[in-house]
Nanobody
Framework: VQLQASGGGLVQAGGSLRLSCAAS????????MGWYRQTPGKERELVAA?????????VDSVKVRFTISRDNAKNSVSVYLQMNSLKPEDTAVYYC??????????????WGQGTQVTVSS
């Protein structure tokens, strides 16, 4: 199994970024996936989630601004996060991973490579 996030960068407030996640392994293609973010000293937060059937859910702070989507393959999945109207408080390292039932975050050991998003004011 492998997770690799990409697409982060430095952007001004109000700008947009599109994150991509390549998730290799049938466990990812057959289950719900989410985008998590983490800042130093804080716990990782699930901000956007999507079931294997495409039903989505967002934390209130990113609703309307972020859109999660996915492209399923037999043994892998690509997960995307379109981020618009970015705010400085969106600055974090973003990771993709599995989600738990009911759009809950899942405690797992493997997180793969995240991608840094920095929003300047």
């Amino acid at each position: 199994v492998q997770l690799q996030a990409s697409g982060g960068g430095l952007v001004q407030a109000g700008g947009s970024l599109r994150l991509s996640c390549a998730a290799s392994g049938i466990v990812f293609s057959m289950n719900g996936m989410g985008w998590y973010r983490q800042t130093p000293g804080k716990e990782r937060e699930l901000v956007a989630a999507i079931t294997e059937d495409g039903i989505t859910n967002y934390v209130d702070s990113v609703k309307v601004r972020f859109t999660i989507s996915r492209d399923n393959a037999k043994n892998s999945v690509s997960v995307y996060l379109q981020m618009n109207s970015l705010k400085p408080e969106d600055t974090a390292v973003y990771y993709c991973n599995l989600i738990g039932a009911g759009f809950q975050p899942l405690k797992v050991n493997y997180w793969g490579q995240g991608t840094q998003v920095t929003v300047s004011s």
